[in-house]
């Protein structure tokens, strides 16, 4: 349980950092070191000067436009893991739209406990 855990912070500080990064990139590249970032600063410089705006600038807001598209998915999620609660659909729509597919992909992992399903089947079947 504990390499779980660990596993999904170093997912979500990662991801986190990253987008932390992109977004100082996309809008206050003027206050980079680029020479203090090894291979990253070179890399990052190029991208700035041949490519802001179509993969940068425009890339930034598709990625938002994406993580809200994981928090629908995660909205639409939590009634078939019967999750009926709405602060509880609230927090998760939230998180996921904060940490993307680091918190969609723990989410889609997560196996609710059915009480009793054959029951379920059984009677569903003989009601038609």
């Not at 996309?26 to 802001?52: A, C, E, K, N």
């Not at 990625?63 to 709405?86: D, E, F, P, R, Y």
């Amino acid at each position: 349980m504990e390499s779980l855990l660990f596993t999904c912070q170093i997912r979500i500080s990662s991801g986190t950092n990253s987008f932390r990064y992109y977004m100082w990139v996309v809008f206050w590249h003027q206050s980079i070191p680029y020479h203090s970032l090894r291979p990253l600063g070179p890399f990052t410089q190029y991208l700035l000067d041949h490519h802001y705006h179509t993969l940068l600038y425009n890339g930034y807001w598709l990625a938002w436009l994406i993580h809200m598209g994981q928090s629908l998915n995660v909205t639409v999620l939590c009634k078939s893991k019967t999750i009926t609660n709405a602060c509880t659909q609230l927090l998760l729509f939230l998180q996921t739209f904060l940490f993307g597919i680091a918190s969609l992909s723990i989410f889609i992992a997560y196996r609710p406990k059915h009480q009793n399903l054959s029951n379920f089947h059984f009677s569903h079947h003989q009601e038609r």
